[in-house]
């Protein structure tokens, strides 16, 4: 029996959830997916410092673009939001979903939320995927020693496109090392030429990704 899953997208800077459903629900074909819940929460709006002030959907503020690897972040407001993300997920596993079949997946600012979110969660989950995002905390930050011991055993997929002018590639590349030093199972994978976008072959990959997670009932 197909067990019931649960997909949950972030999306990024400005962006809002549903404009992502349709292109994000129809590149999962697989069988496996036919009990599939899926979420695409829209951020609030509020004031974003990297767009002169404008007030604009965004989970947290982003102080200057392109997003490099020495960029402040605003880890106060990430963590604020990442309590937004727990909220979904807890209610989702009080629903009856198995955590292992939960995963939480995003794009830019939305996958430097769903980074954060996957390793502050108390309980083991499927898997995190992060498609063009960054390290969304300060480098001198004791982050690490706040990761739950189930939270190190939820692996990480990262994406990133080798062009990417917004969230630079070299910011992308953060992440490995990152989660190396914080005992996190990882996958990265570099397309070259492409640039700030989800591809349709990212999609593909993040398919076949939880495909090989799922747990069935």
Known sequence: MIARS????LHGLGDSGPPNEVRIKTSFTSPEFVNTKWSFPSAPSQSVTC???AVIPSWFDVHKLPVTAFSPRD???VLEAVQS????IDEEITAGTNP???FVCGFSQGGALTLASVLLYPRTIGGGA???GFVPFDSDTNIIEQIPPDAKKTPILWIHGVADEEVLFEAGQEGPPFLERAGVSWEFKAYPGLDHSVS???LSYLETWIKARLRSS
């Open 130 to 132: 992060v498609f063009s």
């Open 51 to 53: 767009e002169n002030g």
């Open 200 to 202: 349709t072959d990212g």
């Open 6 to 9: 649960f997909i949950l997208w």
């Open 85 to 88: 993300v727990h909220k979904i």
């Open 100 to 102: 292992d079949n939960i």
């Open 75 to 77: 880890e106060k407001g």
